[in-house]
């Protein structure tokens, strides 16, 4: 996997995007819930605040404009207010469109109320589909698909794509790439599209349940080959999203530690692909930044889009060179991490000498990263671990244990101390969570006190039998020993 730290967002010409599908207007009416319904066991939501969103294939749009992408919505809508807030909506952006008026049906709305942060209740306004004519669509089509890099074919099964295979067809005429992110069990409609995007109850719901990676990846190839699919890109929720394409496959970790709201991530993860996947940014780098921007999208509340600005911020977060993660004095560049927490990244910080790095110790550090967002690892300096260890250590000096723990990437923040203990340290940082790995209680933990007076944790983490620095030393002295005699 090419290294996210080397793409330059600034150096990359987005794509030109044109997204066509199902249009829906999202609603949301907010309020505080004081009081149960004397009508009936129901909360009762006094509305202080509403407003509506683009949904469906606009989101797309929406996600796509946010990063920095021309792009054109097509779709159809009613002939109602509801259809004149969806145009309203689209007028307030730089989204282009090119969206019909059908006299003969309803806009489609999805209403929900909201207390406290939490969905109470979704109302859906789905009225029975007409039989409608796509010729006007597949002609507008025709003309506007010439002036984009990137066609994404959003359906979400509200009648809005009847035409999907005329469509792709057309686009690879003029060879354009054709994202798809599919509904139903029918996926022959999307014959030849370069990606398509199914989430892995929808990727199941075709395939059958998949019991392993391996045949997830298995069925994901013949899918390929059956519908003539360039690649496939399977969301899976918290664990992630995995990329087939014909001989590769690649696995990406959910980057958000907290859900707030998963509404619209899919449609923020085909824009982001759609906006990259240029020459100079590979598919596989492109979903990995997908992934990311989804990280942040799932954090946000309700239909949500990801700005340019936030996905550079986050792509600094998790891809410093490793010459800015090597703090080596003082902690004034420690105002990194106060700007992170304020972000509400969580901290995770630890300490050790790290001699010889060894098993224990990857599975130590990455059990400890997956506590949170960022990990911090304090290291002893070369006469500090000459104190607590003897003489002849360390083995490796300062350098070698930084530039070392540097290269791990589970690892963010290096920082070197020199006293036996870095309680002080600690103190600075003031991690949210302080990980000691081994059989310690947590009143002998250095800088546990000040971690726990400010509402952090604490926590103790097993380590692998067998390993340790100075067992491993002891053999090789051993081994040392037999071969001189």
């Not at 992408?69 to 969806?86: P, Q, T, V, W, Y």
């Not at 009847?162 to 354009?176: G, H, N, P, T, V």
């Not at 911020?313 to 004095?329: D, I, Q, T």
């Not at 004034?332 to 106060?338: G, N, V, W």
Request: proline share 3%; charged share 25%.
């Amino acid at each position: 996997m090419k290294n996210l730290m080397k793409l330059d967002l600034s150096c990359v010409k987005f794509n030109k995007v044109l997204v066509v599908g199902d249009l829906l207007l999202d609603r949301y009416w907010i309020g505080d819930t004081n009081k149960i319904s004397p009508e009936a066991p129901v909360p009762v939501v006094l509305v202080t605040d509403s407003f509506e969103k683009l949904g469906g294939a606009g989101n797309v749009a929406a996600n796509a404009c946010s990063l920095g992408s021309d792009s054109c919505l097509m779709g159809e809508i009613g002939a109602d207010s509801d259809g004149d807030k969806f145009l309203a909506l689209c007028e307030g952006t730089p989204i282009a469109n090119e969206i019909w008026r059908n006299p003969i049906r309803k806009t489609i709305v999805k209403h929900r109320i909201v207390s406290q942060g939490q969905q109470l209740l979704r109302a859906d306004f789905e009225p029975e589909l007409e039989e409608t004519d796509s010729s006007a669509l597949l002609k507008a089509f025709s003309k506007r698909v010439e002036d984009y890099d990137v066609i994404v074919i959003s359906d979400y099964g509200k009648g809005g794509i009847k035409d999907a295979r005329k469509l792709i067809a057309r686009a690879k005429e003029c060879s354009k790439k054709v994202l798809v992110d599919p509904k139903g069990e029918d996926f022959s409609k999307y014959i030849g599209a370069d990606l398509v995007t199914p989430n892995l109850k929808e990727f199941e719901a075709v395939v059958g349940k998949s019991d392993s990676p391996e045949a997830l990846v298995f069925s994901a190839r013949k899918m390929l080959v059956d519908y003539d699919f360039g690649s496939l890109l399977i969301t899976r929720g918290c664990n992630g999203m995995t990329l087939v394409t014909k001989t590769e496959d690649y696995s990406f970790k959910a980057r958000s530690q907290e859900v707030f709201d998963v509404t619209g991530a899919g449609d923020t993860v085909c824009a982001t692909i759609a906006a990259l996947w240029v020459d100079e940014v590979s598919l596989p780098l492109a979903c990995e930044v997908a992934n990311i921007a989804a990280g942040v999208a799932v954090n946000k509340f309700g239909v949500a889009t990801v700005t340019l600005e936030e996905l550079r911020a986050e792509l600094a977060l998790y891809n410093r060179p490793l010459s800015e993660r090597f703090v080596p004095a003082g902690l004034d560049a420690l105002s990194a991490l106060i700007k992170f927490r304020s972000k509400g990244f969580k901290v995770v910080m630890t300490n050790g000498c790290f001699d010889i790095l060894h098993t224990g110790h990857i599975q130590y550090l990455n059990e400890a990263k997956a506590l949170g967002d960022i990990l911090v690892v304090a290291v002893n300096d070369n006469t500090s671990v000459a104190r607590l260890k003897g003489k002849d250590r360390p083995i490796n000096d300062l350098h070698s244990r930084v530039h070392l723990l540097e290269a791990l990437r589970c690892v963010d923040y290096v920082i070197p101390f020199s006293e036996d203990t870095p309680e002080r340290l600690i103190a600075e940082v003031s991690p949210d969570i302080l990980v000691k790995g081994g059989d310690y209680e947590i009143e002998n933990i250095a800088g546990a006190d000040s971690v726990l007076a400010k509402g952090g944790e604490v926590k103790i983490l097993s380590l692998i039998e067998g390993y340790s620095t100075s067992a491993l030393i002891e053999k090789l002295s051993r081994q040392f020993r037999r071969s001189g005699q």
